[in-house]
């Protein structure tokens, strides 16, 4: 981060500055850290700052940049990860080891909190801006809205025109866990004209659409059912800011900004995740602030043209008796054989071993199954025998997915399959594994993990560490 400039009387536009110039740049893997740069942009903006938004795979680093820099450092983590905002504590010390002089302590937003990263991403902008006298109120708008002139053509759908969206047709849309069971966990197929490609590890990324008349209701719940249907364009206004992906310049009048407000983020907590009412989440389920993602479960070498998934549709109910359900897993579920609409595709994060000879352990839990098999598709295709599957789940009889695959790979020793089943009484992974996982280790083989982000990483650390201790104590 870097400042030029000085400030000058605004006079009586509160939003007026001199040249004084910020880069924020942001590196990102769901797209948090873009959202949380751009509300750091804007609160800048009312201390007069000019800011720039760049991501780090599009910014080429000059020489001697961090030399007398002044600099700080925000990082997106998850303390159920061991190594808690790492990239941005090495970040951090490396610029200071370059020369650059830190202004703000280095800010670590937590996921697992109550408030999330607001919880310390609040107090941080606010140590940042306290040496400049922030004018009262919002930043200013990234855009100007006006009313579309009645007759006036409106411009294609933006996904029609991506080129990373390709037309999916549903093949298969089956149950694959008991129908008596308490969730519906589901198989999906679909096929595409287009000669798609991905990897193992890869996603989609799917914009569902919302039931109509719950769309009415909320709409005639807020009052907004009379101008629901009016038309407005949209400028981009301040152009250092970025924008949601597919944004139309025509947009039907939602009016869903400015819900909730910081000062009522304690209140909040209190009316909808301490009784999981969902106010907050049905605002973003209307918008396109956060789209859902999924692992493929399939390899693109086995089936061509065809991407495999394998989703728990989301239903329960809250403490106040009220069922509620996920927007994008309802659109899923309720999508038939032939039925069409457009995919996205995202790189994962998955590298493999290419050597034959190289083991891999994958752990994957209930529907965290899917990446799995996508991995193990592909490892079986490319010749592998040496890759070794734990599989977790409640009962062998209700929700042990694609079972019948693992144990024909097995009796065909192209796979060595193991499944916990914590209803049955099973004892999870036996002791005598542990030396196998040890091995594995040893020889710097990868464990490939997929769930739960808090429990289940726990879990598959606290098996690695139980085979360190006893291969020591064996070993003396």
């Known amino acids: 981060m870097s400042t030029h400039g000085d400030r000058e009387n605004a006079g009586d536009n509160q939003y007026s500055f001199a040249p004084r110039e910020l880069l924020i740049l942001y590196a990102t893997e769901t797209d948090t850290a873009e959202e949380t740069a751009d509300r750091i942009a804007r609160e800048c903006r009312r201390v007069r ?68 990263i607001d919880s310390v991403l609040n107090p941080w902008i606010e140590c940042l801006l306290e040496q400049d006298n922030v004018p009262a109120g919002r930043p200013p708008p990234r855009v100007s809205l006006s009313n579309l002139a009645s007759g006036a053509l409106l411009d294609p759908d933006p996904l029609d025109e991506d080129t990373k969206f ?72 301040m152009l250092d800011q970025t924008l949601p992906d597919h944004l139309p310049k025509i947009l039907e009048c939602e009016k869903l900004d400015d819900f909730v407000s910081t000062e009522g983020a304690d209140e909040l907590y209190d009316y909808c995740q301490h009784v999981k009412r969902t106010t907050w989440e049905v605002l973003s389920e209307f918008r396109s602030a956060r789209i859902p993602r999924f692992s493929i479960a399939s390899s693109i070498e086995l089936h061509p043209r065809e991407i ?18 996920g927007v994008c897993t309802s659109y899923l579920s309720r999508l038939k054989s032939g039925d069409t609409f457009p995919i996205g595709l995202r790189k994962g994060f998955v590298s493999l071993p290419t050597h034959l000879n190289t083991p891999v352990v994958c752990v994957g839990p209930g529907t965290g199954i899917g990446p799995m098999r996508a991995v193990i598709e592909q490892r079986m295709h490319e010749g592998h025998t040496n890759t070794t599957l734990y599989f977790g789940c409640r009962s062998a009889h209700k929700d042990q997915h694609y079972h019948s695959e693992w144990e024909s790979h097995a009796e065909e020793r192209k796979l060595r399959y193991h499944a916990a089943c914590s209803c ?11 030396q196998y996982i040890w091995t594995m280790l040893g020889q710097q083989r ?31």
């Open 446 to 476: 990868g464990i490939l993990n997929s769930g739960s982000s808090n429990k289940m990483l726990a879990a598959v650390r606290e098996v690695v560490r139980g085979a360190y201790i006893a291969t020591m104590e064996r070993e003396g």
């Open 308 to 325: 495999y998934l394998c989703i728990a549709i989301v239903r329960y109910r809250m403490k106040l008796k009220i069922h509620r359900k």
């Open 424 to 434: 049955d009484g099973s004892e999870g992974i036996k002791r005598t594994d542990t």
């Open 166 to 237: 390709h037309t999916a047709s549903v093949k298969f849309n089956r149950r694959i866990n008991a129908e008596d069971w308490f969730q519906d966990e589901r198989h999906f197929e679909f096929s595409f004209e287009d000669d798609i490609k991905y990897n193992p590890g890869d996603v989609v990324v799917i914009h569902p659409c919302a039931v109509a008349s719950e769309v009415d209701s909320f709409l005639v719940t807020m009052g907004w059912a009379n101008v629901a249907d009016d038309f407005f364009t949209i400028e981009h206004t």
């Open 49 to 116: 700052f000019h800011c720039r938004v760049q991501s780090m795979n599009t910014y080429d680093l000059p020489d001697e940049l961090f030399e007398d820099m002044d600099f700080c450092v925000f990082g997106l983590g998850d303390t159920a990860y061991e190594k808690f905002c790492w990239p941005a504590k090495k970040l951090s010390r490396k610029v200071q080891n370059l020369g650059g002089h830190e202004i703000c302590s280095r800010g670590e937003g937590d996921e697992q909190h109550r408030l999330g």
